[in-house]
């Protein structure tokens, strides 16, 4: 089964602490995306990749990380930088730059 | 100033009761219109690319349209099961963002 695969679906994790959310895909996609979603407003880009060990800045960039050292993952870091991490975060892919992205299940982060 | 706005924010409609969302951009450019469906806790689904105006797309109930400041999503005969939030997203030339309205959420009472 082709897809995106976003672990795990539910994570808590306590205030100053960084955390890692994985994303693997297995469509052969070049491209990968991270979005945050909030009550009420729009998905919000994180961060993106084009191709492996490559990727730039999102709008809301600020706390977060990420990597791509391979074209299958690219795991995103909530970093304790990040002023309101709680929200539903979204990992997307498509075949490149032009094309329709496919998105994963989310997975929602809860910081107490 | 929002480069995607849907409208309108939240519509009901009895099941059978055709309608249409609105998806209207001002970016310049456009590299594709997409449009989602969200269902609660869940990842959106992709439905529709759009490309050109006067472009068309249907899939079951749904038929997506597209003119050079907006796209429409049109709703035919609705069911329960068509209950969802519908997300819009547009790409505009020399930018790789993928950008999107904040939905409209349909709820389609039996």
């Known amino acids: 089964d082709g897809g995106i695969t976003q672990s795990p679906k539910y994570l808590f994790r306590k205030e100053g602490q960084n955390v890692t959310l994985s994303c693997e895909q297995n469509?052969?996609?070049?491209?990968m995306y991270w979005y945050r979603q909030d009550p009420g407003q729009g998905l919000r880009l994180i961060y993106y990749s084009q191709i492996v060990n490559d990727f730039q800045k999102g709008d809301i960039a600020e706390g977060y990380s990420v990597s791509r050292e391979k074209k299958e993952s690219f795991p995103l870091t909530v970093t304790s930088a990040q002023k309101n991490p709680t929200a539903f975060y979204l990992c997307a892919s498509s075949e490149n730059m032009n094309t329709e992205a496919f998105f994963g299940q989310g997975t929602r982060l809860t910081v107490v | 100033e929002d480069q995607v706005t849907q409208s309108p924010e939240a519509l009901r409609l009895q099941e059978g009761e055709s309608s249409s969302l609105n998806c209207s951009y001002t970016v310049s450019g456009l590299r594709g219109l997409f449009w989602y469906r969200q269902d609660p806790g869940k990842g959106p689904e992709f439905l529709f690319t759009?490309?050109?105006a006067g472009e068309e797309k249907e899939k079951e109930r749904l038929k997506a349209t597209l003119t050079k400041k907006e796209s429409f999503l049109h709703i035919t005969a609705p069911k329960p099961e068509d209950s969802a939030t519908y997300l819009c997203?547009?790409?505009?030339?020399?930018?790789?963002?993928?950008?999107f309205g904040k939905g409209t959420k349909l709820t389609v009472n039996p």
């Open positions: 469509l052969n996609h070049d491209a």
């Open positions: 759009l490309y050109s």
């Open positions: 997203a547009v790409r505009q030339g020399g930018s790789e963002k993928l950008v």
